[in-house]
């Protein structure tokens, strides 16, 4: 008798089985077919690429898998204004030292592409294929971010501190300001949080990095991916800058090796 | 007997007050679970698709209704500021590019779940004019804390009607 309500209940469950499946798929069909008619019949502004670098799976091999001697052989070009361990002493040229993979690589494909402006750099990027710049990449990304303690070669920049304003920097690094919608920038760029393409802060001179942050809020530098930057920057004001940026190229910012 | 209407009771009541609540909180349809929403790649929403930066903000459609498009992020909404007209239903279409996030306009009776790979849409209607935070209401990442977006509702007669090409935002373009 068990045998035969089984059979019975099998012959009622599973018709329904299949027009339940039936009624998921027309549904989803439905569905799909709305969302595309929706981005077709609204014709937007000319569209505004801001990088061409996308972290695919691919991007990210490539990026990532640099030969770090080959690096070596090629930083010689670099060594003039970035200087010869990846410390620069011009607040104009960025220290590469410790830098993060990911990041330098996109800033290589962004200044080669043009989305990044920089007269000088476009001529450098164009002689460099992605490999080039990958293996550049994993050669600095090893250079040591601490110099010896005797001289000051890591930080040239650094200035006399003011410990106020050191406090209002470290607040803006630690936690950010939520009222103004800042994040706070360790959550990104080191030690606390890494995000794909962000670099890292830690051993960056000060004039560089404010000179970086005018140029995100004025709208001169809009590569950033999904106008992160652009839209910090922007809620910064001109003060606050000046003391992030002052507080990093000290050496004071999180993430920076004891010395 | 008095036993049961006193539980009775209780349970009205304490359903009364979940009733009483106005919170909406949009989240995924139950059909993207089985194959149905086909959202935008996440890592290439700046290449290509509805989420390039440019089309980002308050859109208006044939009709006159308006289309909110937002990317939530870690740990910021593009574009932070958003600006509608008080009393206009307008339609959300959100999509995260990594983590789970949550829109929560607060003050209002909105919530909207952003969700890699998907794009969750609603209409919500503002009534009063004002200026509301948009906290993430979801636990993204350590910048979690500091994420806030902003809604600005302007009177309905402030807000000038669209260009079919214009998007509007009131943060940084």
Known sequence: ?259 | MKKKIQFVAAITLVALALLSTRYYMVDLPVWHFFGGGQGPDPTTLHLRGEFVESNLGAAEGPAGSLTMRMIAQQYLFVPQCIVVPAGVPVHFRVTSADAVHLLSFLGTDYGLKAVPGAVTEATFTFDKPGSFKIPCHEFCGVGHSAMRGQLEVVPRDQFASLLPGERRTCGPR
């Open chain 1, 1 to 259: 008798m068990g045998h035969v309500s089984q059979t019975a209940l099998l012959r009622t469950v599973v018709p329904c089985c299949g027009t339940l499946a039936l009624l998921l798929l027309a549904t989803s069909l439905v569905l799909s077919g709305r969302d595309s008619s929706a981005q077709s019949g609204n014709p937007g502004p000319p569209i505004r690429v801001p990088s061409n670098v996308a972290w695919t799976d691919e991007t990210i091999a490539i990026a990532s898998g640099g030969n770090a001697f080959r690096g070596l052989l090629l930083a010689r070009r670099c060594n003039h204004c970035h200087g010869k361990e990846g410390f620069s002493s011009n607040p104009a040229f960025p220290n590469l030292a410790g830098d993060d993979r990911l990041s330098f690589w996109k800033q290589m494909q962004d200044f080669r592409s043009g989305k990044r402006i920089s007269p000088l750099m476009q001529g450098i990027a164009d002689g460099l294929t992605a490999h080039d710049s990958a293996d550049l990449a994993a050669y600095y990304s090893m250079l040591p971010t601490t110099s010896d303690p005797q001289d000051r070669r890591a930080f040239p920049q650094a200035k006399i501190w003011d410990p106020l304003r050191a406090r209002i920097a470290i607040r803006l690094i630690v936690f950010g300001d939520g009222q103004r919608g800042i994040p706070p920038c360790q959550s990104c760029h080191g030690p606390v949080g890494y995000v794909k393409g962000a670099p890292r802060l830690a051993n960056q001179n000060g004039g560089y990095l404010q000179e970086q942050l005018e140029h995100f809020a004025n709208g001169d530098r809009t590569n950033d991916i999904n106008m992160r930057m652009r839209s910090i920057a922007g809620q910064m004001t001109e003060d606050e800058k000046t003391m992030v940026s002052e507080c990093y190229g000290a050496g004071l910012g999180p993430g920076v090796n004891p010395r």
